[in-house]
């Protein structure tokens, strides 16, 4: 079986951010995520390149709902990584926005986000 790979980026809908924040913060949480997983897991990055860079953006509503998906993807050694603002536009400094994971298996990050709705 030839296995999957994606990129996921959880958002945090409670902030109500504009569109354009949003892409950007989304922007971020994807380069960041692709780099630390390019340290830390570079073949599963070779496979997401070779499968056609897949990304899925999900939600959750309140930042509560985030630390448990850390906690899994640091067990399951998923590499990720938080996006906190600067400040500079429609929130407040070092406020969570969003945390990319992986790249990585599909039925892998399935299990840390797979729960979570589309944006």
């Not at 079986?1 to 809908?13: C, F, H, L, N, S």
Request: one cysteine or more; aromatic letters at 8%.
């Amino acid at each position: 079986m030839d296995t999957d790979y994606k990129q996921v980026i959880v958002v945090r809908k409670d902030l109500k951010l504009g569109c354009g924040k949003i892409a950007a913060q989304v922007a971020h949480a994807s380069l960041g995520s692709y780099l630390e997983c390019l340290k830390l897991k570079p073949e599963w990055v070779t496979r997401w390149k070779e499968k056609g860079w897949k990304k899925v953006v999900t939600r959750v509503l309140s930042e509560s709902e985030i630390p448990p998906l850390i906690e899994q993807s640091k067990k399951l050694n998923v590499p990720f990584f938080i996006v906190y603002d600067a400040g500079l536009t429609q929130i407040p400094p070092n406020t969570l926005t969003c945390v990319g994971f992986g790249p990585a298996p599909s039925d892998i990050i399935d299990k840390i986000t797979g729960h979570l709705k589309l944006l």
